[in-house]
């Protein structure tokens, strides 16, 4: 399948959740065929940024750009197959299937008010296969562990196909085999997808994603993982001492 061509871009940002400024002044750009891993200390601003990237929160000021167009000009329907959002916990209010939860990432390419089609069941279906939980799908949503509902969620952001993928911690509640399993996965994504996530580990941001965003009070530093993730960099972000090992070109940031 070729890329799909959808291009974010962030113009001098600024995030302020209740009147504070957690990020100032950021330019970025995150093009097709890029996974990019934000990182820094809790309370930095990684999901409200996320939040504000995907038009669920304002930006203080700055600007938003998905294709060039400014992101509040776009109609609903239009931006919900341009971008799509995995948050970290999923709320489940009432009992429902996991089939059913998946096929709700496909409202936004039906048309009308229809009922799903064979190629929305398809395409669920083809989605939790993808993230291991075929076996599930007659399931309630209301029995599955965390890390299960998790990637139902994840499943549901596949059926939902957007360009611009934004993930919020998507393995917080994986166990290590999952963790790795998933993190591979969603760097295949990046193949025709852009994809964002927040990470809370330094060692899997630095073995997966292509680019990285680090945060720090006031600062931030962008780019390709091998440049940006140094222990220099890390030590300023993370207020902390780290030692780089390296062990079958895989690298790891040891924090003492």
């Known amino acids: 399948m070729s890329i799909m061509q959808t291009e974010l871009r962030a113009e001098h940002l600024a995030i302020a959740p209740g009147g504070q400024k957690l990020i100032d002044d950021l330019n970025w750009r995150v093009a097709p065929g890029e996974f990019w891993c934000i990182l820094g200390q809790n309370g930095v601003g990684k999901t409200s940024l996320l939040y504000a990237l995907c038009g669920l929160e304002p930006a203080a000021s700055g600007k938003i750009l998905l294709n060039e167009v400014p992101l509040a000009a776009w109609p609903a329907g239009e931006l919900a197959r341009k971008r799509g959002f995995m948050p970290q916990q999923q709320i489940d209010s009432f009992s429902s299937s996991v089939l059913a939860t998946v096929l709700v990432g496909r409202t936004p390419h039906r048309t009308g008010g229809g009922w799903d089609s064979d190629e929305d069941v398809a395409a669920a279906q083809a989605a939790l296969a993808a993230v291991g939980l075929t076996h599930k799908a007659g399931m309630d949503v209301l029995t599955l562990s965390a890390g299960q ?85 890390l030590q300023q972000a993370f207020e902390c001492r780290f030692e780089l090992q390296k062990s079958g070109g895989v690298r790891s940031f040891i924090p003492y």
């Not at 509902?149 to 393995?171: F, I, K």
């Not at 941001?205 to 006031?218: D, N, S």
């Not at 440049?227 to 960099?233: K, P, R």
């Open 149 to 233: 509902r998790q990637r139902v969620a994840l499943a549901a952001l596949l059926a939902q196909d957007p360009a611009l993928m934004l993930l919020d911690e998507p393995v917080a509640h994986q166990d290590v085999s999952q963790q790795l399993a998933m993190m591979r996965f969603i760097r295949e994504l990046a193949g025709r997808h852009a994809v964002i996530s927040s990470c809370h580990d330094i060692d899997l941001a630095a073995r997966f994603a292509t680019h990285v965003l680090v945060l720090a009070e006031g600062r931030y530093w962008l780019g390709a993982a091998d440049e940006v993730l140094t222990v220099e960099i």
